[in-house]
């Protein structure tokens, strides 16, 4: 029962609140680092914690490779760098351990702590430079932290406490805290000095964070009655239209172009159905690859298919505008003997190919929470009940684009019929147009520098 009513107050709360939360900062393909620094006169330590999200853990599988914890904080300690007074010093593995807490979507995740030390002479003043070079190339969230034993830190350019309580509760204001520091430099004077830093931020629970995890925990759960069942696919559906209206997906913005066009109710309809049936099997292709191959970075990805989805929008803009800029409406007078003309637009109805250009752009990147569930599902032997809610979370998108594109269509012929609006439209074609190239090169860039 309490799962239950749990479940109905995320329902609730997500229809006004739209949700983008994770469990981890950057998402569930992250791989986050948190390296705590303490220096003495005689050796510099490190407490590494190396933090692997839901997808990096299910790609990975360290729960069957008996070395996993002393071989991985091997490659973390070759990819540490440890200089004093610009001489680099060995670095040496004190102890290995891992553990995996639970994650979303019943999927575990990763927690290595690698216990470091590298021997020194800091009985004078000087000057320690540590640099994080481990999988340089992944996304996450790259901590550092520092404090003195017997040694005085000057004015450190890093905290002494952990913001993230070394990676367990990560901040609700991420742009208020470092997200990728991979190096510090630290001057030291024999002495003791106070402390410094803030205290950890815990990450708070936000009824977007709620949701979020409501529907990538419910695959998971262990009493699947048909009533927990029916209310996971309506949140999955409110939840896939909440994401569809965030703004910077371009869904809407897309849809908003057939009120410029043209477009029909079931323009809007052919748009709804194809972003479904992109973000349904692409979220099924994904998750397929990602599952069969460990060497893929699942951010990597999407970031192609973010790309993709800019130029595909981009060509559509340019095709639209080009077309807008040479078939302006003709008026056409015609004589009924009641003194007034009729203004008829031609030519400007969008083809079927570039409504379902729309709909696959909008469909084409996959979102990460249901990309999540669908491995959950697989994981635990419910790929049936994984499948039903990504379907459902298309679809929730897909309701909110086709209504998006049915009122604006209505508020479109609504206008066109009053005679002191009627002459307004004539540049209508050309500045939607415009609109859709613009979104595509902001999701573009977005995806090639996020």
């Known amino acids: 029962m309490k799962t239950l009513a749990v479940l109905v107050l995320t329902v609730l709360a997500v229809l006004a609140i ?3 939360a994770g469990a981890h900062p950057l998402g569930n393909f992250t791989i986050n680092h948190h390296h705590a620094i303490t220096v003495h006169p005689d050796r510099v330590d490190l407490v590494s914690v190396i933090d692997l999200a839901e997808i990096p853990t ?7 490779q008996a070395d996993y914890a002393a071989r991985e904080c091997d490659t973390v300690r070759g990819s540490l760098e ?6 680099r010093t060995a670095v040496a593995l004190r102890s290995a351990s891992v553990e995996f807490p639970s994650g979303e979507a019943g999927l575990a995740t990763t927690r290595l702590t690698c216990l470091l030390t590298a021997p020194t002479d800091l009985s004078a003043a000087g000057t320690v430079e540590v640099r994080d070079n481990y999988r340089p190339g992944r996304v996450g969230w790259h901590e550092i932290t520092a404090t003195g034993d017997g040694i005085a830190l000057i004015d450190p350019p890093v905290p002494a406490t952990s913001s993230s309580d070394e990676l367990r509760a990560y901040p609700d204001d991420l742009l208020a805290n470092p997200l990728d520091v991979r190096a510090v430099s630290l001057r030291v004077e024999p002495g003791t000095s106070a402390t410094s830093g803030v205290a950890a931020a815990q990450g708070g629970s936000t009824v977007i964070g709620m949701a979020t995890r409501a529907f990538t925990d419910l695959v998971g759960h262990q009493d699947l009655t048909p009533l927990i069942g029916v209310l996971a696919v309506l ?9 569809a209206a965030l703004p910077g997906h371009g869904k809407t913005v897309i849809a908003a172009y057939l009120a410029g066009r043209d477009g029909t109710a079931r323009d809007a309809v052919v748009v709804g159905a194809t972003v479904t049936l992109t973000h349904t099997v692409g979220v099924l292709v994904i998750g397929l690859v990602i599952s069969a191959s460990s060497a893929l970075a699942g951010e ?10 800019g130029v595909l929008v981009i060509a559509i803009g340019v095709f639209l505008l080009r077309s807008a800029l040479q078939r302006q409406p003709v008026a056409v007078g015609h004589g009924h003997g009641h003194g007034h003309g009729h203004g008829h637009r031609h030519g400007h ?3 079927r190919g570039g409504l379902i250009g729309m709909g696959v752009a909008g469909g084409l990147v996959p979102s990460p929470s249901a990309l999540v569930v669908l491995l959950g599902a697989i994981a635990l032997g419910r790929t049936w009940f994984g499948v039903l809610l990504v379907l459902g979370y298309g679809l929730g998108m897909a309701t909110t684009l086709t209504a998006v594109g049915l009122l604006l269509v209505r508020l479109r012929d609504r206008l066109a019929a009053v005679e002191r609006f009627r002459d307004r439209f004539t540049a209508l074609p050309v500045i939607t147009a415009g609109l859709v190239l613009v979104v595509g090169l902001g999701l573009t860039a977005r995806a090639l520098f996020e």
């Open 18 to 20: 739209p949700t983008s």
């Open 58 to 64: 299910l790609q990975e599988q360290p729960a069957r």
């Open 82 to 87: 440890v200089n004093v007074d610009s001489t």
């Open 235 to 243: 949140l999955s559906l409110l939840l896939g239209a909440s994401h």
């Open 300 to 309: 990597s990805l999407l970031r192609l298919l973010g790309v993709a989805s």
């Open 349 to 351: 109805r969008v083809g």
